[in-house]
């Protein structure tokens, strides 16, 4: 307790160099766990962005590439799925629901997926989360659009607002525009933090109507153009999907069927677990996560760097009071047990006021983080792996302040034996 009061005293008599070393290491703490809380939040958002969904079928294809462009929207389905395929899947027994979906079309650089009504009822995020409307309402009509909120924002669209989908999913269309066949905008998706709002939603039927004259793949001229109002007169049930989201009665169902859909004959499909692909794709993006860790790392060392440099450059100027406790009766394990007490005050103090601040800063400001990123952020003092964290920066700083330990050990001992006149 002695070693312990005369740190503190110490400190207080050298109050500015004190300060400005337990602000870098709270700025060190704060960022080391703001990239931590990141990278987890970012992790439960990547793992999350799809729930409820059992299977997810599509063209046979890899695991990773399929949930790609399924969930992701990235890339493009080596090919699509008829509807008979769709019929067949949607009768097997150990099927509860099947939510169809269509790609290949776009809106100023967002995707347009064509869907059922369903997907609004099956499509969960986030630990079973269900998407829900900041404004208006899922598509009724066959020209009506629901768009996610990064759309609704990025465009300034609301309720009403009138849209054009370009063909194919390019950035740039090129003039092959839909543009005889708008859509108005019926509702507005609040933020999920998922591709779902950066997706603009139509009804399959709608897919099929707009591309009425496209069969040859190039835009219909003359004769072959037909009016918003002509289109609806036809048929326009779907021809194919671009991939299913299947949920299933039972979860024991799962492999089973998976193996049927494998195996399925008249089509070569295959069926993806969304946590399995989702781990795949994690593991091949786990080298971001070791640079954002390696980035904090060195901000931490800095901070320990600067403290022992600070400590050092003082110990000449502090002979004397190594003198004056050694004149009292100190010996030189005291001397290195008081710079040691000095370094653990400075680094508990850093890391106990950066986990405050790095608190504040997430209750304060947590929301307008998700509503900028999408990312959901636990509101928590501290995780374990973060005091795990803490602890390892505690160590670490006790470590680094053993260099000038030592130093003051020796020159108290020389001091000690030097005969000075």
């Not at 929301?367 to 390892?392: D, Q, R, W, Y």
Request: charged letters at 15%.
């Amino acid at each position: 307790m002695i070693i312990l009061r005369l740190a503190l005293h110490s400190l207080r008599n050298r109050r500015i160099t004190a300060l400005l070393t337990i602000f870098s290491i709270t700025l060190s703490v704060i960022m080391l766990l703001g990239v931590e809380k990141i990278r987890t939040g970012t992790k439960a958002s990547f793992l999350n962005t799809i729930a409820g969904t059992d299977l997810i079928v599509g063209a046979r294809a890899g695991d990773v590439l399929l949930l790609l462009y399924s969930v992701f929207r990235i890339g493009a389905a080596t090919a699509n799925i008829t509807w008979k395929t769709v019929e067949d899947i949607k009768v097997r027994p150990e099927v509860k629901w099947v939510v169809p979906i269509a790609l290949g079309d776009s809106h100023h650089g967002f995707r347009v997926m064509g869907t059922s009504s369903d997907y609004f009822d099956h499509y969960r995020f986030r630990r079973n989360q269900s998407l829900e409307f900041s404004s208006g309402k899922r598509f009724d009509d066959l020209f009506e659009a629901v768009v996610g909120h990064k759309v609704a924002q990025k465009l300034g669209y609301k309720v009403g607002s009138e849209i054009v989908v370009a063909h194919g999913s390019g950035r740039v269309s090129f003039g092959a525009n839909h543009d005889d066949k708008p859509f108005n905008v019926s509702g507005i998706l609040k933020p999920t933090g998922t591709p779902v709002d950066q997706t603009v939603h139509l009804k399959m039927e709608a897919i099929a109507a707009i591309h009425v004259g496209w069969e040859n793949g190039s835009a219909p001229r003359g004769d072959d153009i037909k009016s918003a109002k002509l289109v609806r007169q036809l048929d326009l049930n779907p021809q194919s999907a671009t991939a299913l989201y299947v949920g299933l009665k039972s979860r024991m169902m799962t492999f089973s069927f998976q193996r049927w859909v494998n195996t399925y004959q008249p089509e070569a499909i295959s069926a993806i677990l969304p946590g399995v692909a989702f781990g795949q794709l994690w593991n091949i993006l786990g080298n971001v996560e070791v640079a954002l860790l390696a980035i904090s790392a060195m901000v931490v060392f800095t901070a320990f760097l600067g403290m022992v440099i600070s400590v050092l450059g003082s110990l000449n100027e502090r002979r004397r009071e190594m003198a004056i406790l050694r004149s009292v009766g100190a010996g030189p394990t005291q001397v290195f047990g008081l710079l040691l007490s000095e370094a653990a005050i400075l680094v508990l103090a850093g890391i106990c006021n950066g986990v405050l601040a790095n608190f504040g800063i997430l209750y304060f400001g947590r929301a307008v983080i998700e509503n900028f990123t999408g990312l959901s952020l636990n509101l928590e003092l501290i995780t374990i792996s973060e005091a795990k964290l803490m602890a390892g920066i505690f160590v670490g700083g006790m470590v680094a302040a053993i260099v000038p330990a030592i130093r003051a050990y020796k020159l108290s001992l020389s001091d000690g034996l030097t005969i000075r006149t």
